[in-house]
């Protein structure tokens, strides 16, 4: 499976984004799918996870209430809709897949996305 990250940009303190994950290569409905994020010298951390259906999410505290992590099988694409957005989202956002069960550590991916860049000016 490749995937290809999109929709990263500038944007204002309190504003919004929407990053898409497309695939190809296979279903996307086998993954479970997440998103991570990265930033200079720190190692890459949980965003969002995303189970096979859809039907189950899992947030970083940091997140949680302002982010929204969804998938549309039929399309092949993960979303990461992004809201109220604050100076320390800024990072590249990497999408990932998993083929067993999703997991808030980034070693348990089988597969990534290259990033997408947010930056987020106060």
């Known amino acids: 499976v490749q995937l290809q990250a999109s929709g990263g940009g500038l944007v204002q303190a309190g504003g919004s984004l929407r990053l898409s994950c497309a695939a190809s290569?296979?279903?996307?409905?086998?993954?479970?799918m997440a998103w991570f994020r990265q930033t200079p010298g720190k190692e890459r951390e949980f965003v969002a996870a995303?189970?096979?259906?859809?039907?189950?999410?899992w947030y970083a505290d940091s997140v949680k209430g302002r982010f929204t992590i969804s998938r549309d099988n039929a399309k092949n694409t993960a979303y990461l809709q992004m809201n109220t957005l604050k100076t320390e989202d800024t990072a590249v956002y990497y999408c990932a897949g998993v083929r067993t069960q999703v997991s808030r550590s980034s070693a348990q991916y089988d597969f990534w996305g290259q990033g997408t860049q947010v930056t987020v000016s106060s």
């Open positions: 290569g296979r279903p996307l409905s086998s993954y479970g």
């Open positions: 995303i189970n096979w259906s859809g039907g189950v999410t």
